[in-house]
Every structure is written in structure tokens, then in C-alpha cells.
């Protein structure tokens, strides 16, 4: 996809990663109870004109699933918990205004205070007319300003305005949400015969342009280079990426463009001194990815500086620049088809989760990654050590107060000396440095990188996604939807129902199973595992309802299921608000979504070399897809 025109069509305006209030966690959020969010709730909006009256009586908006229209009552203790959910959001929150968004719709029991007008043009005959579709004489309507949070139903005919910096926008309706979540989504099948055999892919907006980014290439390494799999030629390099950005869109755009590339450079180099047929030791290959991530991280951040000082242009010291004033996570995974080995390296949050089948027909979720930020205690206690005398270097979990990941690309303010900025912003643009700032860099972009040992026989599959789905899902949840999306896709192809006699795409008998066929395990004491952070809406949110409540298995692109079920799932209410907020409101309820699932195994297709499109599961594309393939 090229994305890089309608990036420039706009900039970025808002990012949680780079803010140097509090970050917006759901600890810290102050515990609401029932009286008090009852009491909120039933105050009037102010300033709303002359809508004060229409708001008093909500309606149910919770995480349980309801397809009839809502009808104007009083709360009940099922419409707490959206609302506990959303108070809680907007008091932790950076607020950015209010929002209002609505949907029209014929309630099946309407309000007898309001009369639902006439059709006056319908023909009065002796003969029966047609029957006519009522037109919609209510629509729904959820009011947020920077305190409470209101749903009620209204009449069609009263017109709803922006107000007291409160945003108003039509609710999309279930099919309009469901072709937003699919507008994006792309989905491979893999010929290679080589242990991977399809990947999918969707991305949804919160910022606007999107700060997210992806890249995925497989390469055909010559057998000089590495030995070749069994009865060929060559060998494959498979590699995918999903890029995290903040503060702009900039370097994640970068990080697409060439990242594989430079680390791609960096094996071929160290292949080749180890001679064929001889691999390298494991060591100097995950030596060879984090040089590539340095080097790149280098030119971007340094090697621009010296050219910029040297020129008088404004103009160039900006598109020179605007990679390193944004920033980027990254996480790249490589998988060598030979060895079946697959390295994962992570600079920042983002995060690669592997799901395996198990014996007992359940699947396993292992994480592959770690997060790193400012509430990460190995990440903490390592930047400490690196700046002993610096009491304030993590502060509120934050690097120097403002960025949240402990390793990124770009973000420059936390590498560049004082010298370097001061020059830069009396000579160009810029910003003060921190009053913090002493012994730069305080960020780096050295990955951390491990290694697993993939198992394509037994149905290995990966999800890689930016923050935002980890913010919503846990590693659980996300290889349980997987899990039973797989068995659920196998009995639409089969014919058959998902019983517990049906078989899954690699032939295992599968038990009458629970809703998310995933092992849990207990959580630690402080909520986390294998590093990484409880989702924020289990802390905040307040989700209770159980799974079969909560999920849904509708999509055919896995990683369209996956967003879906981020965003509400089963609560279709939830789903559209979600889906409806534009930037800058979105940004206090959701982030941008990236996610990639990598499915291992023998491809059911064909063993022809080529990617193709698996159009089914594909957005319909008016431009040539980006090349995937390519030579070593």
C-alpha cells in the first residue's frame, strides 16, 4: 500500500507517546462507585443547546451484546460498566474536548412523549399500496464532554450540533463498521514450501495520518550465501515488520521503507564469512540484526545533523530531519527456512506472541517479546545504571518525564547533545532541550532479540501488533481467538459444524472446548508476565462478561478478527462508537491498530514459489500490491 501522499496531506497532531503530562494508565485512575457515576450520569450536559432536557434518561451502552435498538428508561446496572469505563477513560486522560456521535434507528418500543411524524406524500387510493418502510424516527446519541459520559435516543427530527467543544458525528452502523474494519486488510498465500504457507495483515487508524507502519519481505538467499533447503536451489529469508510510531508519522514510514534492508545487508555479510556450506554461531547472527537496527538508527538520528549545519535551507533541514524529530518502535521478525528458526527483535512496545498446540487440543501462548518502556523494571533499572547520577532520568515511567518507550528510532531530543539542539533551533526549528537533558542519549534503538524454534507440522502460528491490541487483548485472548478462529474457518470449509468431532486445519480431533481454546496462566502479584503489562481496559474497563459474551468469529482475515475483538467484539454498540470517533477523540479510547499473523505449515494451495493474494480475505485493491518477493 502507499500511504506516504496521504501522510503528507496532513500532520500528526496527537500522541500518547510523547506527552509529558502523567502517562494514562488505568492504576492511576481514581475507583468510581455506582452513586457517584449514577449521579454524574443523570446531570444535564451544559451548553448543549437546549438538549439538557433529552439527556437526563440514558439508555444501556455495556460490554454485553444487544441487536435490538435501545428505548429511553432509566440506567440499569448493566450500562455501568461502559460508563464506568468511559468516566474512568476521560478523568485519566489527556482531554482534547468532547464528543457526541449518533445512529439513526426505529426503536422497537418508542417513548409515547414524542410523536413519530407522518408520510404526507403517500398516495391515498383504493387500491393497497405497497408496504413502506417507516423512515428512522429515533436515532441513538452518546454524549461526552470532559467529565461524564450520556446515552439516550432522540427524536430524528431535533438536530444535534457541535456545542461546548463537543464533537457530533453519525454512528456508523454495524455494516459501515464492519467495511471500515476491512478496508485495509491483506491477506498472502505463501507457495514457498518452505514452513510458512499465509500471513494476514490490517491496520485501522486512531491518528490521522495513521503513525503505524508495516513491512514484510521474503528473500531468496543463493546457496553461496546460506545452504539451501532440502532438493533446492536456495533458501528462503522471510522477514515482517510493524512499526509503532509517535509524534508524527515519519520515521515508522522510514523504518518501512528500509529496515529490512540494512538488516538484511548485515546477515548477508555475516553468512558469507562464515562460508558456506558452515552457518554462523547463533551470537553473531543476532549481532548482525541489532547492527542493522544501530545503523539505520545512526544515519537517521546523526548523519543527517552535519548536512543540515551546512546548509542554509530551511527546506532540507526538514525533510532531512523529520525522521528523527518523530519516533518509532519496531519489531522484526526472521524466519530462516532452513533451520526453522524464527528471531524476533523488539525495540519498544510493540509485541510478538507465539501460539502452539498443545496435547489436549488447547493452544499455548508464549510471548516473544518484551515490552520496554518506562514501567519495565529491567529497562528502568538499565538506564539507571547508565546514568547513575541522574535522579529524574525515568520519571512518572517515563524517559526524562516525556517518552514512554525506553527504545525507539528517531525521537533525536533524547540523543542529541544540547550543543547540537541549541544550534539547531536558532538556526532552523526546534524545540529547548530538557532541563533534564545531561548525558545524552538517554534512548537507544538496540534491539532485544530471541530465537524459537518453529514447529510447522504442529501449526505454529505468530501475532505481531503495535501496542494498541495489546493495550485491549491478552496474550491469551489474542492466541485463543486465533486458535478457535482456525477451527472455526476449517468447519466453513469442511461443511461441517465446529463439533467435537471436527478436525482441525492439521488434522487433530478437537474436544468440546470452552469459548478461547487457550491455556491461562495464573498472572504475577503486580499483574504481569513474561514483561508485559495487564491490557488497560481489564484495569480500567471493567470486563466481566464471559468470553462467550464478549467474542465473535465473523472475519475471514485473522487479523480483522483480532481488531474486531479488540474493539468490542459481541457488543456491536461498543464496536461502532469505537469505530465512529475520528482523531483527535479517538485517541482517548483506542490507538492505532497494526496486526500481522503469521500462519507455518504446509500451504493447502500450492507449492508454485509465488506469493499470491488470498483475495477472500482481502480488501479490493485499485493499485498494484507492493512486491514481496526479491533476491538476495
Known amino acids: ?288 540484526i541489532k547492527r542493522g537496527f544501530l545503523r539505520l538508527d545512526h544515519e537517521i538520528v546523526h548523519a543527517g545533523v552535519q548536512k543540515v549545519l551546512s546548509k542554509s535551507s530551511k527546506l532540507v533541514a526538514a525533510e532531512t530531519l523529520a525522521p528523527a524529530l518523530s519516533g518509532s518502535c519496531a519489531l522484526l521478525a526472521f524466519y530462516e527456512s532452513r533451520s526453522k528458526l524464527l528471531r524476533v527483535a523488539c525495540t519498544g512496545d510493540s509485541r510478538a506472541v507465539l501460539g502452539r498446540k498443545l496435547p489436549s487440543g488447547n493452544w499455548s501462548a508464549t510471548a516473544l517479546s518484551a515490552d520496554q518502556t518506562g514501567q519495565t523494571p529491567s529497562e528502568v533499572a538499565r538506564i539507571r545504571a547508565e546514568h547513575p547520577d541522574e535522579p529524574y532520568v525515568i520519571r512518572n515511567g517515563r524517559v526524562l518525564g516525556g517518552l514512554e518507550p525506553t527504545r525507539a528510532f528517531g525521537d533525536a531530543f533524547y540523543k542529541w547533545s544540547q550543543e547540537i539542539q541549541m544550534k539547531l533551533k536558532l538556526s532552523y526549528f526546534g524545540r529547548t532541550p530538557s532541563p533534564l537533558l545531561k548525558t545524552p542519549p538517554y534512548v537507544t534503538a538496540e534491539p532485544v532479540v530471541t530465537t524459537t524454534k518453529i514447529e510447522p507440522d504442529q501449526g505454529d502460528f505468530v501475532v505481531m501488533a503495535t501496542d494498541g491490541l495489546w493495550e485491549m487483548l491478552t496474550n491469551e485472548e489474542v492466541v485463543g481467538l486465533v486458535g478457535r478462529w482456525i477451527d472455526e474457518q476449517d468447519a466453513k470449509v469442511s461443511g461441517r459444524p465446529n463439533s467435537p468431532s471436527s478436525k482441525g486445519w492439521f488434522g487433530w480431533g478437537v474436544k468440546q472446548q470452552q469459548v478461547l481454546p487457550v491455556d491461562r496462566p495464573a498472572l504475577l502479584k503486580d499483574g504481569e508476565k513474561d514483561g508485559n503489562k495487564t491490557p488497560v481496559r481489564m484495569l480500567q474497563w471493567g470486563v466481566t462478561a464471559a468470553d462467550d459474551e464478549r467474542f465473535v468469529f465473523e472475519d475471514k482475515n485473522a487479523a480483522t478478527h483480532l481488531v474486531r475483538n479488540a474493539l468490542g467484539g459481541k457488543d456491536k454498540d461498543m464496536l461502532c462508537a469505537l469505530l465512529t470517533l475520528v482523531s483527535p477523540y479517538s485517541r482517548r479510547y483506542r490507538d492505532d491498530l497494526t496486526v500481522e499473523v503469521i500462519f507455518f505449515g504446509k500451504s493447502p494451495q500450492d507449492n508454485s514459489g509465488e506469493i499470491t493474494v488470498n483475495e477472500e480475505a482481502s480488501a479490493p485493491r485499485g493499485e498494484v500490491i507492493e512486491e514481496v518477493r526479491a533476491k538476495l
Open 1 to 288: 500500500m502507499h500511504r506516504a501522499s496521504a501522510r503528507a496531506a496532513s500532520r500528526a497532531r496527537y500522541s500518547t507517546k510523547h506527552l509529558s503530562t502523567k502517562p494514562t494508565t488505568l492504576r492511576t485512575a481514581s475507583p468510581l462507585s455506582r452513586a457517584s457515576v449514577l449521579a454524574t450520569l443523570q446531570q444535564p450536559v451544559r451548553h448543549a443547546s437546549g438538549l439538557e432536557r433529552q439527556f437526563t434518561t440514558c439508555t444501556k451502552l455495556s460490554m454485553s451484546a444487544s441487536n435490538s435498538p435501545p428505548t429511553p428508561g432509566p440506567i440499569s446496572n448493566k450500562s455501568m460498566k461502559f460508563k464506568n469505563l468511559s468516566v474512568g477513560l476521560v478523568a485519566s486522560a489527556v482531554v482534547v474536548g468532547g464528543a457526541v456521535w449518533y445512529s439513526s434507528k426505529t426503536p422497537s418500543e418508542a417513548p409515547t412523549a414524542v410523536e413519530t411524524p407522518l408520510n404526507e406524500s403517500r398516495p391515498q387510493t383504493a387500491i393497497e399500496p405497497a408496504a413502506v418502510t417507516p423512515e428512522p424516527s429515533y436515532r441513538k446519541v452518546v454524549a461526552v464532554d470532559d467529565e461524564s459520559v450520556y446515552t439516550t435516543t432522540l427524536p430524528i427530527s431535533k438536530k444535534i450540533e457541535d456545542s461546548g467543544g463537543r464533537k457530533v458525528l453519525a454512528m456508523l452502523s454495524p455494516e459501515e463498521a464492519t467495511a471500515k474494519l476491512r478496508a485495509n486488510e491483506e491477506s498472502y498465500h505463501v507457495g514457498r514450501g518452505t514452513g510458512v504457507w499465509r500471513y494476514d495483515v490490517v491496520q485501522i487508524a486512531s491518528n490521522n495520518p495513521i503513525e503505524d507502519d508495516h513491512s514484510e519481505k521474503i528473500i531468496e538467499v543463493p546457496s553461496v550465501v546460506a545452504p539451501p533447503n532440502e532438493g533446492q536451489n536456495t533458501s528462503d529469508w522471510m522477514f515482517w515488520g510493524v512499526f509503532d510510531g509517535h509524534s508524527g508519522w515519519t520515521t515508522s514510514a522510514k523504518l518501512r521503507q528500509v529496515l529490512i534492508g540494512y538488516v538484511a545487508r548485515e546477515l548477508n555479510e555475516t553468512y558469507k564469512s562464515a562460508g558456506a556450506p558452515n552457518l554462523p554461531n547463533p551470537e553473531s547472527i543476532d549481532t548482525a
